[in-house]
Structures are given as C-alpha cells and as structure tokens.
C-alpha cells in the first residue's frame, strides 16, 4: 500500500520506519540532530516546500535510508497509513 505524504512524493508503507512532526523536530533534542545528521549526509528531500509539518524516515531494500519533508501533519499520515481500517470483534481482536 502506499502512503502519500504530499505534492508528487508517495512511499511503500512497508518502507515507513517513523513518522515525527515538525513540532518535535524545532523542540531540539534528539530529533533535531538526527535530522541535522540527515541533512548534512544529503538524506533528507523535500526540504525545499515553504510549509513543512512531518518528516518520515524511509528505508527500501537495498537503498539508503531517507527523510522526506512533508507538508502533511504527522497525525493524518498515520491516519492514512492505517486505512482501511478493519474493525475489531467484540473481543477486540482484529
């Protein structure tokens, strides 16, 4: 299945290692040099949309691993990346 993560950029789902929004990423911390690191390294895309709110780490077989900016929120890209949604039994078993 694949994930849409805004303008012309979609990814595999299976190829989806996290997802962080923007928000942690400008708190600092460990974010924020992982980040840094992807940027300086030339693993990070996407960078250049004006309205950045996610970013997703992505690593396909027998490719590097990547970080693509996103102008779409963290939450809704997990949203997404849950569809279609099979709902639980009454036991609460999918």
Do not use: W
């Amino acid at each position: 299945m694949l994930l849409h993560l805004g303008g012309n950029d979609s990814v595999f789902l299976r190829d989806v290692v996290m997802i962080v929004d923007e928000a942690a990423v400008s708190a600092g911390g460990e974010n924020a040099r992982f980040l840094d690191c992807a940027r300086d390294n030339g693993m990070l895309f996407g960078q250049e949309r004006g309205d950045i709110r996610s970013y997703v780490l992505v690593k396909e077989k027998n490719r590097p691993a990547r970080v693509i900016a996103s102008p779409i929120s963290a939450a809704t890209l997990l949203k997404r990346s849950r569809l279609p949604y099979t709902a639980p039994d009454e036991k609460g078993l999918i």
